[in-house]
Each structure stands twice: as structure tokens, then as C-alpha cells.
């Protein structure tokens, strides 16, 4: 869309259009989206047992000082999931809320690990995620996709037994990540089951430079040849690296209200997203873990559209068109939905000033 168009939208439909502007959001763990009012009535549900009296004592715990202090309590959290019918209340809970926030199609992560682990058969964790899917896209015409993400902080034969052991279900994620505790689990410590997976033709994303170090990037894009940097903020203590992914145009997926509540960055107006975007790189919005950090994606989009005020509608539409081109959807589909984001922005184009009229 023309540069020159949106810079003639008055910034005070920003919330609106925020709202509306059709988006994906391309990092969002489904584990992360368990709110704790569920988390409660799934441990009633299923007779777990947990640490934390109350929904608001369990809020009230949600103060974390980095990465691995909400890891802990995020796999706490997931110990309530047992049966395929918990994964499909957990993800159409998910769907409904990103409908709301304008969200027409969602890359989801899943932690298949942490449920093997307590007992949990892999058919269950799919299948719920997959009947939810459909759901979603029957009842909120919403798009979905799944990418089975392996846990790094576990080893590298673990990350092989889960690939084999979702193999049976190939049809039903289209992609594989690598998260959890980053610091000392550097990437190329999965490259053979990434090559694997490559070979397999799954799409490939990594969690790298959350907190750990610019080169941890580097080596995911190099080692891991992923196609997306998950978070990717810490680049910019690499000059080269940032001219690098502006070059390649390699997406980030950004999650401003993670990085500010595990202290990636002091609070929002110190986030880095709009000298990224200045500089030229494809970085998106998200919202990681939403029931953990304050907000889905929505919130995220308007709370860094508060604190920067440099923002305005020309870097709203970039931000969202940037997460619909970065989307492992088919071409023909993302043109439909670049086509409707165009529209969006069109209609909230105000009236040109009107040229004098000679009597
Ligand atoms: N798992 C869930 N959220 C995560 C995050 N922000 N970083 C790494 N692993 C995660
Ligand atoms: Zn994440």
C-alpha cells in the first residue's frame, strides 16, 4: 500500500484498526494461553492435586525475574492437561480470543515433551490440538496450523524419540521449533534432528536471542537453517547480524509483553521493535505465553503502539502485513488476506483536504 495513503490517517483510529487489521500470529505456545481460572477447573476435572490455593494465588505467583523462573511455573501449569478433550478446551479457549483480536490465521506451538513425559499418549496432545483446529476454522473461520516444538533443555536423542513418536500424525503440524531454557543450549546441539525434520519437509523455526546471545542466531540460521527466528531481539548487540537479517529479510517473531515481564527489557518504551522495523527487518508482533504475560495479541499490538509513540498506522500495517507474508500459509490465501488488509486501512484513509473551488 501506498506510504504516502497511510500517512494520512489520522493516528487516533489507531485503536480501531489495530483491532481490525487482519493479522497471524506466528508464536503463541498453546500451553502459555492456559488461563488460570482453566487451570483450576482442569485440575478439578482431572483430580490434580496443585501447589497454589487459589486462581488469584496462582496469578499472584506470576511475578518472574527471568526465562526460567516462568518456565517453572508454565510447566507446573501444564501438569493439569490429561485427556485430548483438555488440549481441545485449552486451544478453542486460544482461538476465540485471537478471533477477537483480528487474527484470521495462528501458527501454534506445542510442547509434546512436557505431556509424554507425565504419561500423556502423543495421539492425545495432537488430536485434541488438531479437532480444535477444526473447530475454529468451522465455527470462527479461523486458520490454523500446529509446530511441534522440542524442549532443548532436554537432549537431543529425547528430541529424535518424540519426532518418531509424532510421525504417525505427520498430516497434523506443518513445522518443528526448539524452546524452553535457552542460555547453555545453544542450537546447533539439535542439527541432526532439525536435518532430520528437513528432510521430512516440516517447515523449521528456533527460539534464539531471547536471552541468550546474538550468536545463538546465528548458528539457528546457519546449523538449524530454520526459515523464522523466534524472539531474535538480542541482534541488535550484532550490527552485521541485524544488516544480515534485513538482507535475507528473515522474519522475528517479537513478543513485546514477554520481553518486558522476563525482563528482556526494563518496560515498553525501552523494546527495541521500532528501530527494527526502521532498520528494514521482517519483525512481527505475538504474544508467546498471553495467559502469563498481561495480554494476547491484541494487548501486545496496543501496548507498544502506547509507549512508542514514533508508531503510527504506516508501522501498523507493516507489522501486520510482515506476519501475514512470514505465515507458512498457501500464497493464494495470504493474498486474499493482504488484499483485506489493504481494504482495512483504505476505509480509514480521512477525507482529502479539499482543493479550493473557483467561482
Ligand atoms: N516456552 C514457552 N514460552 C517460552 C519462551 N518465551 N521462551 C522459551 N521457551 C518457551
Ligand atoms: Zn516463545
Redesign the pocket.
Known amino acids: 500500500m501506498d506510504p504516502l495513503t497511510l500517512e494520512r490517517i489520522p493516528r487516533d483510529r489507531l485503536p480501531g484498526l489495530l483491532q481490525r487489521m487482519p493479522k497471524a500470529e506466528l508464536h503463541i505456545?498453546i500451553?502459555?494461553s492456559l488461563e488460570p481460572e482453566l487451570i483450576f477447573a482442569l485440575a478439578q476435572r482431572n483430580g490434580v492435586n496443585l501447589p497454589h490455593a487459589s486462581v488469584q494465588a496462582l496469578r499472584q505467583a506470576y511475578a518472574f525475574t527471568d526465562?526460567q523462573s516462568?518456565?517453572d511455573l508454565?510447566y507446573a501449569g501444564a501438569s493439569v492437561l490429561l485427556q485430548e478433550e483438555d488440549f481441545f478446551d485449552m486451544a478453542m479457549a486460544y482461538f476465540r480470543q485471537a478471533a477477537t483480536d483480528g487474527v484470521v490465521h495462528a501458527e501454534v506451538f506445542f510442547?509434546p515433551q512436557t505431556h509424554t513425559a507425565r504419561g500423556v499418549a502423543m495421539g492425545t496432545v495432537i488430536q485434541g490440538l488438531a479437532r480444535a483446529r477444526q473447530e475454529a476454522e468451522r465455527a470462527l473461520g479461523l486458520s490454523s496450523a500446529l509446530i511441534l516444538c522440542f524442549l532443548r533443555h532436554l537432549s537431543e536423542d529425547d528430541a529424535f524419540a518424540t519426532l518418531e513418536a509424532a510421525l504417525p500424525w505427520r498430516e497434523q503440524f506443518i513445522g518443528v521449533g526448539l524452546?524452553?531454557s535457552?542460555r547453555g543450549h545453544p542450537p546447533e546441539k539439535f542439527a541432526r534432528v532439525f536435518e532430520r525434520c528437513r528432510s521430512l519437509d516440516l517447515h523449521l523455526v528456533a527460539?534464539a536471542g531471547?536471552e541468550g546471545p546474538p550468536a545463538y542466531i546465528r548458528t539457528a540460521l546457519e546449523q538449524l537453517q530454520v526459515q523464522r527466528i523466534d524472539?531474535g531481539v538480542r541482534c541488535v548487540d550484532d550490527p552485521a547480524l541485524v544488516a544480515e537479517l534485513a538482507r535475507r529479510q528473515i522474519p522475528l517473531t517479537v513478543?513485546p509483553l514477554?520481553n518486558v515481564k522476563?525482563r528482556v527489557y526494563p518496560d515498553m518504551a525501552a523494546h527495541r521493535l521500532p528501530q527494527l522495523l526502521q532498520a528494514g527487518l521482517c519483525v512481527t508482533v505475538n504474544s508467546?505465553?498471553p495467559a502469563y504475560f498481561g495480554g494476547y495479541v491484541g494487548e501486545n499490538y496496543r501496548a507498544l503502539f502506547e509507549a512508542h509513540p514514533s508508531l503510527g498506522p504506516p508501522q501498523a500495517w507493516q507489522l501486520a502485513r510482515h506476519s501475514l507474508d512470514a505465515s507458512f500459509a498457501p500464497e493464494p490465501v495470504k493474498a486474499g488476506w493482504r488484499a483485506r488488509l489493504d481494504e482495512v486501512f483504505a476505509e480509514a484513509v480521512g477525507p482529502a483536504t479539499a482543493r479550493p473551488t473557483h467561482a
Open positions: 505456545h500451553e502459555g526465562l516462568f518456565l508454565y510442547d524452546d524452553s535457552e527460539h531471547e524472539h513478543c514477554s522476563l508467546d505465553d
